[in-house]
């Protein structure tokens, strides 16, 4: 009886042991209109609030988003599971494949992919006074920065929410993802937006004439300066 007893005592322990590491690989994302800045881990990921806005670094096994009208910032991910409505998710690569399994059952969402960045896009984060090079880019990460930049890169992405930008040179592409950004820049060929509610502003486009304009998000705008 007596080893009986401790066998059935060495089983509850590594029950409560198996279980206790589900839960450290299961993080829960709960709360309403919250910032979360997270670690991937190799974890599984679960948005349960609404309004909320999610970065997770690095790699991410999965991630399923149960509420509404969050907006959710990937680098690689095996796959994306979206069951709330009017949820933004945007990603960087797959995790063990190029592109992450995608699964949509609410409605007006919208699963994008931020072409160009890549599984190498971690730990690219620009750093004040770097200058972009005619052949490489420039990644300007963070939210609330006001920042400025000399840049002559072939693309700029800048990365984050409610950031202020001034890019005193030329980028053939310039890429904004997040919301509420406003970038100034002196001359761009090619303006792609992957967010909502943010502003560009130039002073010359190619040959004289206006950027190309592409949007994934809302309520984005580019003028010239002075127009």
């Not at 090619?190 to 486009?205: E, H």
């Not at 949007?215 to 010239?224: F, K």
Request: net charge neutral.
């Amino acid at each position: 009886m007596r080893t009986f007893g401790l066998l059935l005592g060495s089983c509850w322990v590594i029950a409560f042991g198996i279980a206790d590491a589900q839960a450290q690989n299961n993080v829960a994302i709960n709360g309403n209109n919250a910032e979360s800045n997270l670690d991937g881990q190799g974890r599984e990921f679960t948005v349960a609030g609404n309004h909320d806005n999610v970065h997770i670094r690095g790699d991410c096994k999965s991630i399923q988003i149960l509420g509404n009208q969050n907006t959710v910032h990937l680098e690689r991910v095996d796959e994306i599971k979206v069951t709330g409505a009017q949820n933004k998710v945007y990603y960087q690569s797959g995790l063990t494949k190029s592109d992450p399994s995608i699964s949509q059952l609410g409605v007006q969402n919208r699963v994008a992919k931020v072409e160009g960045q890549g599984s190498s896009a971690s730990g690219s984060k620009s750093q004040p006074g770097n200058d972009g090079t005619a052949n490489g880019g420039l990644v300007l990460t963070g939210d609330d920065s006001n920042l400025t930049r000399k840049a002559n890169a072939h693309q700029i992405r800048v990365l984050g929410d409610r950031n202020r930008v001034t890019l005193t040179g030329s980028a053939d592409e310039l890429i904004i993802t997040g919301k509420d950004n406003s970038v100034a820049i002196e001359k761009v060929n090619k303006v792609r937006f992957l967010g909502d509610n943010n502003s560009v502003t130039y002073k010359n486009g190619p040959g004289g004439q206006k950027p190309e304009v592409a949007s994934v998000g809302e309520h984005n705008s580019v003028r010239q300066a002075d127009q």
